[in-house]
């Protein structure tokens, strides 16, 4: 499956952003889906996962209560609305498969999309 991120820029702290990762080549319907992200010195992590049907979500404790895991499978597109932006936040973000309940990502990373939260 080929993963393509959009939607990152600089904002203010407080902001908010919506990311979008549209997939390709294969039927996205049937994947669950997460999104993660890599700051500047850090190793990747994870951020946030959907199930193929919407109908279970799962957020990591240190984004939960201000990110939204959302997707249309119609659109083969997954969203992370993220709200009250602080500046940890700053990262590139990746979407990818992912195992359900390991939370493990299992396809080949895109490119990412960068959010840079300002104080």
């Known amino acids: 499956v080929r993963l393509v991120e959009s939607g990152g820029g600089l904002v203010q702290a407080g902001g908010s952003l919506r990311l979008s990762c549209t997939a390709s080549?294969?039927?996205?319907?049937?994947?669950?889906m997460g999104w993660y992200r890599q700051a500047p010195g850090k190793e990747r992590e994870f951020v946030a996962a959907?199930?193929?049907?919407?109908?279970?979500?799962y957020v990591a404790d240190s984004v939960k209560g201000r990110f939204t895991i959302s997707r249309d499978n119609a659109k083969n597109t997954v969203y992370l609305q993220m709200n009250t932006l602080k500046p940890e936040d700053t990262a590139i973000y990746y979407c990818?498969?992912?195992?359900?309940?390991?939370?493990?990502?299992?396809?080949?990373w895109g490119q990412g999309t960068q959010v840079t939260v300002s104080s």
């Open positions: 990818n498969t992912v195992d359900w309940g390991t939370y493990r990502p299992i396809d080949s």
């Open positions: 959907i199930r193929w049907s919407g109908i279970s979500t």
């Open positions: 080549g294969r039927t996205f319907s049937g994947y669950d």
